[in-house]
């Protein structure tokens, strides 16, 4: 029987989180959660109910509202929001952009953040969690802390391939606003926590950073 492990895995948007983040706890049996899913998922029920997303009282007056569920399948992540299936709306460019504004508000975060602890203490085999402050706020005794890392044009190609037809240099200053507003905000910013283990994803392929990532997680286990 292996040894239960949580991993954490931060890093900004473009590193190759969510991949790499799936592709190693299905390779080691583990469970997974896209954290920034989750985000997604409140503020698309805040658009959807037509809260005022450049309130903040607003946005906290309603945090505690929708009921937000997350399948932790590596193979098949689900996520719910009263009931609806919501992965495909939480992907649209209106989420997108307004998904910065809604995570910065702390009742927000303490909401999501209760949701997370729950959810990684629950896993019985271990649990890959992937976001942005996981290492420095959500988990911070984790087992194991990887922060990824890429240079923005790395970011931005990744990024803009995925978007079929995207502009790499629109993308690419999307990117640098997202950084800048995740890592200036007051309530769990995007940090990299003191005992992380950097990877920098700029000139890696997707199977040589699963393999690297991998590789840490065996080494960890077996020395627990």
């Not at 492990?5 to 983040?21: L, R």
């Not at 790395?154 to 640098?176: F, I």
């Amino acid at each position: 029987m292996d040894t239960a492990v949580i991993v954490a895995i931060d890093g900004p948007s473009g590193t190759g989180k969510s991949s790499t983040s799936k592709a190693v706890a299905a390779q080691l049996g583990l469970s997974y959660l896209d954290t920034g899913a989750q985000y997604r998922a409140i503020t698309w029920w805040m658009v959807h109910n037509g809260i005022d997303i450049t309130d903040p009282a607003a946005i906290a007056a309603a945090a505690g509202k929708p009921e937000i569920v997350s399948g932790t399948d590596p193979s098949a992540p689900t996520i719910t929001v009263d009931g609806t299936d919501v992965a495909g709306p939480i992907r649209t460019q209106e989420v997108t952009s307004k998904v910065s504004a809604v995570s910065a508000v702390p009742e927000v975060r303490a909401r999501i953040t209760e949701l997370q602890r729950s959810i990684a203490a629950g896993a019985e085999k271990g649990i890959v969690v992937e976001g942005r402050d996981i290492g420095t706020t959500v988990l911070p005794d984790a087992d194991l802390k990887i922060f990824l890392t890429a240079s923005p044009e790395a970011r931005a190609a990744r990024r803009s391939g995925e978007l079929k037809g995207a502009d790499v240099n629109a993308t690419r200053e999307a990117l640098l606003k997202r950084d800048a507003a995740d890592s200036g905000r007051k309530t769990s910013p995007l940090a990299k926590a003191d005992d992380a283990v950097e990877v920098d994803t700029s000139d890696l392929t997707l199977q040589q950073v699963i393999e690297c990532v991998v590789t840490l997680v065996e080494e960890k286990r077996a020395a627990k």
